[in-house]
């Protein structure tokens, strides 16, 4: 009678431990969450809610959460997705329940506590689900709506106009400064040619072209300043055709009366050069050459460019 007690004892211990295993082996989750920590008033996201569990045994059939519900959200789609997988030499089963919603005012956004039913063999049963909460923000300002943005904005624009309008001030400072000066292209750039020659022309023949430059340059700069006069005193003005034919020593003294003797020693010192040139044989040495380029760029008021070298 004992033994027969033991044996009932021993049987059902093993009924029980196998039916524990088996439900071990049959474990089902599920787990829910937002597709994104915080969210703007207006935007859009997704509430995913997915359960888990090994294919073993009789087939498992999973249903929709059940009591569902959100709060401060809008529930715009529904999507479900089943997925088999392997894990660990088994198969893996899990079903999506996805649900696409759109933000609501801004505060506190949640979605509810639910039970999700799945039946197998033993019958209907319920997972729990916890709730979520999920913070939501303010709408999105458009960029050109934010005051900030209006300010800087607008004080971008004052510095840029107020930028271009230095360099527009500049410009036109440094073009009247070139017409006073009478800095004309054509000048600087037949004095540039002259440059060139420093180093291979012989010293007479550069001597003389930078004299006849010279001449031009002054007959030239006689009509402007004596056309200026004239202006002033609303009489016909002078051009370089009214000019004399002259050369370098009979133009000077005019020109320098007409400057105010401003920059004669200059001048004249260009003037001792070519005499030199003339009278003497011309003979230079280069850095006597390089002088007196240096005051024929002098008197002519043209300014060594960039990059001229």
Known sequence: MLLGTRFS????????????????????NAHAGFSQPGIHSGDTLSYTVKVEWMEQGPEIAVAAPE???????????????????????????SIEFTYHL?????????????????????????????????EILPPRVPLLERPGFRYTAYAGFVALAFAGGLITRKKFKDKKARENRNE??????????????????ESKLLLEDMESLTVR????????????????????????????????????????????????D??????????????????KE??????????LKTCMRVNEEKGDT
């Open 102 to 134: 759109r933000s609501g005012d801004a505060g506190n956004g949640m979605a509810s506590a639910a039970r999700i039913p799945y039946s197998d063999a033993n019958g209907t049963h319920h997972l729990p689900l916890a709730s979520a909460n999920l």
């Open 286 to 295: 280069r850095h006597e050459l390089s002088a007196g380029y240096g005051l």
């Open 67 to 93: 009591d569902l519900n959100f709060t401060a959200f809008t529930v715009i789609e529904r999507k479900t997705a089943f997925r088999k997988s392997a894990a660990e030499g088994n198969t893996l089963n």
């Open 266 to 283: 200059s001048w004249n010192k260009l003037g001792d050069l070519f005499r030199y040139a003339r009278y003497a044989g011309g003979h």
């Open 9 to 28: 004892l021993i049987v059902v211990s093993i009924f029980g431990l196998t039916c524990a295993l088996q439900a071990v082996a049959r474990s089902i």
């Open 217 to 264: 340059y002054l007959r030239a700069e006689i009509a402007r300043l004596d056309g200026a006069r004239k202006s002033r005193s609303s009489t016909a003005t002078t051009s370089d055709k009214d000019i004399p034919v002259a050369g370098f020593d009979h133009l000077l003294p005019r020109y320098l009366e007409l400057m105010d003797n401003a920059e004669a």
């Open 184 to 201: 004309l292209p054509g000048w600087a750039e037949e004095i540039k040619r002259l440059k060139s020659r420093l180093a291979v022309a």
